[in-house]
Nanobody, 120 residues
């Protein structure tokens, strides 16, 4: 019913930048929360940055000042600009959206993930 497609991952050197994008499509009436999580090898999935249902951005402390989340409500997209990347940012990054469907049911949907590797 809802598809999230991510793009923009890859290999970057420490101190470099990457931009991730996520587009939601399907039977969408509106989107409440939308943002990014990540999962590093051997670790639990954690929040990176998300727009809350009130429209405010919320960041993990570890990325504040380095990452910036943006959203285009008209296009149902969310992007994550990642600057000053560190090796500890290496992870698979997942887009997540809490979607209100056209049936008015609420669904939490995940993308397939995009890998970010920060290494020299």
């Amino acid at each position: 019913q809802v598809q999230l497609v991510e793009s923009g991952g890859g290999l970057v050197q420490p101190g470099g930048s990457l931009r991730l994008s996520c587009a939601a499509s399907g039977s969408i009436y509106s989107i409440n929360r939308m943002g990014w999580y990540r999962q590093a090898p051997g670790k639990q999935r954690e929040l990176v940055a998300v727009f809350t249902s009130g429209g405010m951005p919320n960041y993990a402390d570890s990325v504040k000042g380095r990452f910036a989340i943006s959203r285009d409500n008209a296009k149902n997209t969310v992007s994550l600009q990642m600057n000053s990347l560190k090796p500890e940012d290496t992870a698979v990054y997942y887009c997540n959206a809490e979607v209100v469907l056209t049936t008015r049911a609420i669904l939490s949907s995940w993308g397939q993930g995009t890998r970010v590797t920060v290494s020299s």
